[in-house]
């Protein structure tokens, strides 16, 4: 998310921007190396001396969370901690990127008022960071044209699979918003620019099940659906509880925002574009 954050930073709105990161040098913006569970790293930001620090870095791999707890806590938890205290002694206006897990996935369509309850440990400490910050924001299952810090998304991952004619499964009993980086990029920067403050939820307009957000991807790129066999979360050997449906409710970003949540057909149509532009580019 980072990544695509500078980019859009850099390309539309001519903002200085450093990127930070601890194993995947960025592409876009003044690469930052530091690693958030060292105290001495962040003494970096302190020569930048930002105006405004939008702050991506997580552990955000769900299982790898459950299994080593302590690492994720670091991270998660005390890194937001630290870059706070940061922030706050430089007077830089911080943005904190968390997560529609941090809700139990009970009810879905879940409002910025909403009690959070985690069901995993990956969502209890991105909560536990929220507790430090005045701005956050929540994005939904975020994908995009390229992977991110060496990650591939899900969209890219499926479209992938069924381009090879591998048979996937899907869960059709997981409910989601899903999130294109490039429309959260541009939420985030007017977030930032106007310094709001409290609880956002950006994320994409369209609540869908993650088999159903599969199916319209296999049509935008005019793949094989037949590829895609339907699965329930019971049947995947996932380590950590996922939340059944983390979908969020868009309408506070609406009435504040002038960049507006994307709905599904649109963001996918988007998505094609630009992965179109990643290919001409590489060709």
């Given at each position: 998310?980072?990544?695509?954050?500078?980019?859009?930073?850099?390309?539309?709105?001519?903002?200085?921007?450093?990127?930070?990161?601890?194993?995947?040098?960025?592409?876009?913006?003044?690469?930052?190396?530091?690693?958030?569970?060292?105290?001495?790293?962040?003494?970096?930001?302190?020569?930048?001396?930002?105006?405004?620090?939008?702050?991506?870095?997580?552990?955000?791999?769900?299982?790898?969370?459950?299994?080593?707890?302590?690492?994720?806590?670091?991270?998660?938890?005390?890194?937001?901690?630290?870059?706070?205290?940061?922030?706050?002694?430089?007077?830089?206006?911080?943005?904190?990127?968390?997560?529609?897990?941090?809700?139990?996935?009970?009810?879905?369509?879940?409002?910025?008022?909403?009690?959070?309850?985690?069901?995993?440990?990956?969502?209890?400490?991105?909560?536990?960071?929220?507790?430090?910050?005045?701005?956050?924001?929540?994005?939904?299952?975020?994908?995009?044209?390229?992977?991110?810090?060496?990650?591939?998304?899900?969209?890219?991952?499926?479209?992938?699979?069924?381009?090879?004619?591998e048979e996937v499964k899907i869960v059709t009993d997981q409910y989601i918003t899903p999130t294109l980086n490039t429309n959260l990029a541009k939420m985030l920067l007017e977030v930032a620019e106007k310094e709001l403050k409290g609880v956002f939820h950006l994320a994409g307009a369209t609540r869908v099940s993650r088999y159903d957000f599969a199916l319209q991807i296999a049509d935008k790129f005019e793949?094989?659906?037949?590829?895609?066999?339907?699965?329930?979360?019971?049947?995947?050997?996932?380590?950590?509880?996922?939340?059944?449906?983390?979908?969020?409710?868009?309408?506070?970003?609406?009435?504040?925002?002038?960049?507006?949540?994307?709905?599904?057909?649109?963001?996918?149509?988007?998505?094609?574009?630009?992965?179109?532009?990643?290919?001409?580019?590489?060709?």
């Amino acid at each position: 998310m980072g990544s695509k954050f500078a980019e859009i930073a850099l390309e539309m709105y001519e903002h200085e921007v450093c990127t930070g990161y601890c194993h995947n040098k960025p592409e876009f913006g003044a690469p930052v190396k530091f690693d958030l569970t060292k105290d001495r790293d962040l003494e970096v930001i302190y020569k930048i001396r930002p105006e405004v620090i939008i702050h991506t870095a997580a552990l955000t791999n769900v299982d790898e969370c459950e299994t080593n707890k302590e690492l994720a806590y670091k991270i998660n938890t005390e890194g937001t901690k630290r870059v706070v205290e940061v922030a706050g002694e430089l007077k830089a206006f911080l943005v904190y990127v968390s997560t529609d897990y941090v809700f139990s996935g009970n009810k879905g369509m879940y409002k910025e008022e909403d009690e959070p309850n985690p069901v995993d440990y990956y969502g209890y400490t991105k909560l536990m960071g929220e507790n430090y910050c005045d701005c956050i924001v929540r994005p939904c299952v975020i994908y995009g044209a390229k992977p991110a810090s060496g990650t591939i998304n899900f969209a890219l991952w499926l479209i992938d699979k069924l381009r090879n004619k591998e048979e996937v499964k899907i869960v059709t009993d997981q409910y989601i918003t899903p999130t294109l980086n490039t429309n959260l990029a541009k939420m985030l920067l007017e977030v930032a620019e106007k310094e709001l403050k409290g609880v956002f939820h950006l994320a994409g307009a369209t609540r869908v099940s993650r088999y159903d957000f599969a199916l319209q991807i296999a049509d935008k790129f005019e793949l094989d659906k037949k590829l895609i066999v339907q699965s329930r979360i019971a049947d995947m050997r996932w380590i950590a509880h996922r939340p059944k449906d983390s979908s969020l409710d868009t309408s506070k970003a609406l009435r504040y925002l002038n960049e507006k949540p994307y709905e599904l057909d649109k963001a996918l149509d988007v998505l094609k574009e630009e992965m179109e532009n990643v290919d001409r580019i590489r060709d």
